[in-house]
């Protein structure tokens, strides 16, 4: 166990009935939420009546491995999670959700399906509504037809036992006004991030009994557009009387990338650096987005010679879009990466039918499962088949009370018949189907395949990145690529914060503060080393040439500016470069024929041009747009 510092065991020691923890970046809060947890388990408190709420899943993960390394089993923390997914649990397993209008076996909608029903209502009852309306239902206003929408809306999920994510919180915040709720303590990671709701579910299990432990940090705050407001630790002292205490000490960072942060909110900001000077964050100008992935490519390939693993190396943007150029280049130098990002079931096709399948199973009245069923375009049962299909539906409770495996499951629903055999993407699709299946399946010791669905099928508890990414191959070991919001929580030893070009970081049109915290979120995710990069030159809606305005509110003795004015003796370098390794690679090469010059290398490539080596012509620069070459790729490609 961490020796904890002064502040970090006040905090732990305090017995109010709300503590809230406001803590600066890297100060230990995660350190400190779990010591508490494990303290109270301790001290007696029965695991099982203890809440954990976090903001990401991945949040859950961490607080359940640091835990798994202390006596407590996190198993035994029954109701540890995100806030919808505990949310999820309660509703079925603890509240009685039927004083509602619901059975247990409710099924979860993802957005883009709740849109698709919004439409559908919209036709069906003439309710004319715009494209914008629909997309920020229900909204502030609440005009006749959207109030009509609402009503339609709440019938339809009744009928059909659907709940959308945002119900979760509404729901749990109805029966918890309704029912009684007897827990002992409630203990919240990211506490900045709650919005209005989730402070009144708070409030509301405090009323119950419950002692409240929440940790926060207010420049964290990166969720004001879904509700999240910096001043909550503010108001919510305010309005509960809590106890608030600090924590000031930066544990992670070296101290010149926390002095250079803190800058940014100076003079309130209190965080203080534990750590060493180390290296000043580092400001890097490039000629376009393929230089500075090129350029990131050979400096990585020379960290990880050094022994830096690639995954303690993380590249941060701030839009999804700008990961393309890195991808392109570092499969082009066989750099290992990991993207993280979020998958929604409803983005795979068969695995949404699928999972409406088991909801099927468990709930044969669900109409929209049927439908999704029954009726999809691509897997639906035709007539021939629907006979089959219902038969198994009805006789699935039978098959699931034992241990199955996927290819009991698989031959069981004979999915082979469904997942049109015929069709390109059969093979994807079993994989798809299999290694989900395996995913979500438990140890043969376990429980029964009935028991698993309920548990992690309904309550969307699988980890469907990790399927996607097994199916894509992906290693599990690479750099990691993930926007800034994704960064929040996560630390590294160097971070590399590509495209910081103005319009871009800030983002255009958005909450300037919000986009400060955003890039203070970044900045803080590495250990060691910074290096924030911005382009001369780039395709980005919005950006401009110009450096981001927060460069310059960074600690200037904290940071160094390696720029130069003339970006071409970058192009050359990066050239050389380039060259240089497709000649280490030559089976990644690529050959070009040209009419007058024979048959030569591509040994540099742009947005814009080729660069193509001839034997006994030398190099040649091609525009892409009138290209006159022909080109053949050897065996790898
Ligand atoms: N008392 C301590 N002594 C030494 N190291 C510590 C101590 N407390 C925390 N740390 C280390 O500091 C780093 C940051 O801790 P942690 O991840 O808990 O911070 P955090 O406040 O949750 O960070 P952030 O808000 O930036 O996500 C971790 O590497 C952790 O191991």
């Known amino acids: 166990m961490k020796k904890l510092n002064k502040e970090q065991q006040q905090a732990i020691a305090v017995d109010e009935q709300i ?27 029965d695991p099982g009546s203890i809440v954990v709420l976090t903001f990401t899943r991945r949040a859950a993960n961490e607080i359940h491995r640091r835990l798994s390394q202390f006596v407590v089993h996190s198993q035994s923390l029954e109701y540890c999670g995100t806030f919808h997914s505990v949310a999820n649990r309660l509703l079925r397993d603890y509240f009685d959700i039927s004083v509602l209008g619901f059975s247990r076996d409710f099924s979860i909608i993802e957005d883009r399906q709740r849109s698709e029903i919004l439409e559908e209502l919209c036709f069906d ?28 809306y709440a019938t339809y999920k009744k009928r059909n036992n659907i709940v959308d994510f945002d119900d979760l919180m509404i729901y749990l915040n109805e029966l918890l006004a309704l029912q009684p709720a007897k827990f002992s303590w409630i203990i919240v990671d990211e506490f900045q991030d709650c919005d209005e709701i989730q402070s009144q579910i708070l409030n509301k299990f405090v009323d119950h009994g419950a002692q409240l432990f929440a940790v926060g940090d207010p420049y964290q705050t990166i969720y004001h557009w879904r509700g999240s407001n910096p001043v909550i630790f503010e108001d919510f002292a305010n309005l509960s009387g809590a106890y608030t205490t600090e924590l000031s000490l930066n544990y992670r960072s070296s101290a010149n990338i926390v002095e250079a942060a803190k800058e940014l909110f100076a003079p309130h900001n209190k965080v203080r650096a534990y750590r060493e000077p180390g290296t000043p964050v580092t400001i890097k100008k490039h000629l376009d987005a393929f230089h500075e992935a090129t350029y990131l490519a050979f400096l990585i390939k020379s960290l990880a010679a050094q022994e830096i693993d690639y995954n303690q190396i993380a590249i941060l943007y701030r839009r999804q879009v700008q990961r393309e150029e890195i991808v392109k280049v570092f499969q082009q130098h066989d750099i290992p990466f990991v993207i993280q990002r979020q998958v929604q079931l409803s983005s795979i096709a068969v695995l949404d039918w699928l999972y409406n399948l088991f909801v099927l199973c468990l709930n044969r009245k669900n109409l929209f499962a049927k439908r999704m069923v029954f009726s999809h375009r691509k897997y639906g049962a035709k007539k021939e088949k629907r006979a089959f299909l219902k038969e ?24 082979h018949k469904f997942l ?31 028991h698993v669905l309920r548990q992690n099928i309904l309550c969307r508890d699988y980890n469907l990145e990790t399927v996607v990414d097994k199916v894509d191959g992906c290693r599990s070991d690479g750099v990691q690529l993930m926007t800034l919001h994704s960064s929040k929580g996560l630390e590294f030893s160097h971070v590399f914060i590509v495209g910081a070009n103005a319009g871009n970081i800030p983002l255009q049109r958005q909450n300037l503060e919000e986009e400060k915290r955003l890039f203070y979120v970044g900045l803080t995710r590495a250990k060691e080393y910074v290096e924030i990069s911005y382009t001369n030159s780039t395709q980005l809606y919005g950006a401009t040439k110009d450096p981001s305005a927060f460069l310059e509110e960074l600690n200037p003795s904290c940071v160094h500016w390696e720029e130069t004015d003339d970006t071409q003796t970058d192009l050359k370098e990066l050239t050389n470069m380039v060259k240089e ?12 024929f040209h009419e007058k010059y024979g048959t030569g290398m591509v040994v540099a490539e742009d947005e814009n041009s080729f660069m193509v080596d001839f034997p006994g012509y030398g190099e040649k620069s091609f525009s892409k747009v009138f290209c006159p070459l022909k080109f053949k790729e050897t065996d790898e490609n």
């Open 420 to 450: 049109s055999p015929t069709s390109a993407s059969f093979e994807k699709d079993q994989q798809l189907v299999l290694t989900f299946l395996r995913e979500i399946l438990p140890d043969k010791s376990r429980d029964d395949f009935y």
């Open 125 to 152: 009852h003439n309710i004319r509504i715009s494209k914008r309306e629909l997309r920020n239902f229900p909204g502030n206003q609440s005009s006749d037809k959207t109030k009509l929408l609402q009503e339609e």
């Open 19 to 45: 503590v809230l923890v406001k803590s600066a970046v890297g100060s230990g809060k995660t350190t400190v939420l779990t010591h508490k947890i494990c303290q109270l388990c301790e001290d007696g408190v």
């Open 581 to 592: 390794s497709r000649l280490q690679n030559q089976t990644s090469q690529r050959e070009a």
């Open 392 to 415: 198994k539906i009805a006789n699935f409770s039978e098959f699931a009370q034992q241990y199955v495996d996927e290819d009991d499951i698989w031959d069981y629903f004979a999915l």
